[in-house]
DNA sequence: AACAGTCTCAACCGCCTCGAG
DNA sequence: TCTCGAGGCGGTTGAGACTGT
């Protein structure tokens, strides 16, 4: 059995909408309000269906959207919120205030994938394309700077010139623990480099993540697995990671970040990756928002996206942790990723017995 | 100027979610 | 618990604008 359309009425109009049915429906609403989108056409003297009425109100009309060319800083944010959260305009609409989702749709199909697959960026992954499917790439990685400024001859493609220490924390990775609970390597050196902007809080932030989103991967293939145990290891202190930086140039940052998405969102791709699990190396998020955006004619707009990317994902964990509850889920590791890049610091404030109580 | 090809984006389609009854 | 309908959402379409020849 399948749905009534919703448009089937005798006599209504689709197509363009006319100036007069604008000026119609915005009165209409100036007067009673929005909702009650049904009957709206009959009382507005509109042969429209409901619906158009409130996806032309919603889309167009609504006073507060804002039109026009996306800065550069919103095309940030689409951009790192479409890596993480896949094609749910909604969610990224409300992250870019007065921007419609639709609007923000139009602009990833028309402008945003297009520049990403100039750089050598699959949109669908945002992972590197295969060379040969880009062969006019280069391999270095100052050519990568910005989506501001696509060209073929400015594009990227993974090679084996590239640092392979930008690995994230694998599962296959052992980790230990120094006493200030910093991951260190079995032969005694920090197996996260130092490699911060201190003043980039979006970057710390999402390093957090990085590092707890692999340690919560780790605890949950053991857990499902049935071999989660008190030696699984929860690498905590990891603010004392976020001291020095000077180690932290020259990586091709948007190679790593999509490398540090497919293993946090995506880990069954992972799992068949064994070329450079063994590298020493945390994913490094400072170098992909440091280069993402830059661009000399908007460094202060660049700053303004740092900020307001934290702001961003700071309100996401305020809003969602006290609403989503664990049971929302996806029971599998990818859904667990996922979770965790939403709720960071609560994640983040967790230690090991409790995070252990939340699995089981 | 005329035409063809490409691009843009408003609008539509159909499925999904959720709340009311 | 079930059904129904409003509203929400993401994918797709196509008319008009734009660009190149």
Redesign the pocket.
């Known amino acids: 059995m399948?749905?009534?359309?919703?448009?089937v009425g005798e006599g209504l109009?689709?197509?363009?909408?006319t100036t007069e049915e604008d000026k119609k429906l915005i009165s209409y609403i100036h007067d009673h309000g929005?909702?009650?989108?049904?009957d709206?056409p009959q009382k507005a003297g509109l042969k429209?269906?409901?619906?158009?009425c409130?996806?032309?109100w919603?889309?167009?009309l609504k006073p507060e959207i804002k039109?026009g060319e996306f800065s550069s800083e919103e095309e940030q944010i689409i951009i790192m919120l479409h890596a993480s959260r896949?094609?749910?305009?909604?969610?990224?609409?409300r992250h870019l205030p007065r921007r419609?989702?639709?609007?923000i749709?139009?602009?990833w199909?028309?402008?945003l994938k297009?520049k990403l697959i100039d750089q050598g960026i699959d949109p669908l992954t945002h992972k590197p394309l295969a060379p040969n499917t880009n062969p006019t790439v280069t391999t270095s990685p100052e050519n990568f700077h910005s989506l501001d400024a696509p060209s073929s001859d400015k594009q990227y493609s993974r090679s084996s010139s590239m640092p392979s220490l930008s690995r994230p924390p694998s599962s296959s990775f052992n980790t230990l623990s120094s006493n200030d609970g910093t991951p260190v390597q079995e032969d005694g050196s920090l197996s996260c480099k130092k490699r911060f902007k201190k003043s980039n809080s979006t970057s710390r932030l999402l390093n957090k993540v990085a590092a707890k989103a692999t340690s919560m991967k780790e605890a949950l293939s053991a857990s499902m697995e049935g071999t989660l145990s008190a030696n699984t290891s929860f690498p905590c202190g990891f603010s004392e990671q976020i001291r020095n930086e000077e180690d932290s140039s020259n990586i091709n940052t948007l190679a790593e970040f999509d490398t540090f998405l497919q293993s946090s969102l995506y880990p069954e791709h992972e799992m068949n990756t064994t070329s450079d699990l063994s590298i020493d190396q945390d994913y490094d998020f400072s170098h992909f928002l440091e280069n993402f955006g830059r661009d000399d004619d908007h460094n202060e707009e660049h700053n303004m996206s740092v900020e307001y990317g934290h702001d961003l994902l700071m309100s996401d964990v305020s809003q969602e942790v006290s609403s989503t509850s664990v049971d929302d889920q996806d029971n599998t590791i990818e859904g667990w990723s996922n979770y965790l890049l939403d709720h960071a610091d609560f994640i983040h404030d967790m230690d090991s017995d409790s995070l252990g109580k939340h699995l089981i």
């Open positions: 399948s749905r009534k359309p919703c448009c109009k689709k197509g363009a909408w929005e909702g009650g989108w049904r709206i429209r269906c409901g619906k158009s409130r996806l032309r919603t889309n167009y039109r896949g094609n749910k305009w909604s969610v990224i609409a419609t989702d639709n609007e749709k139009n602009y199909n028309t402008h297009k």
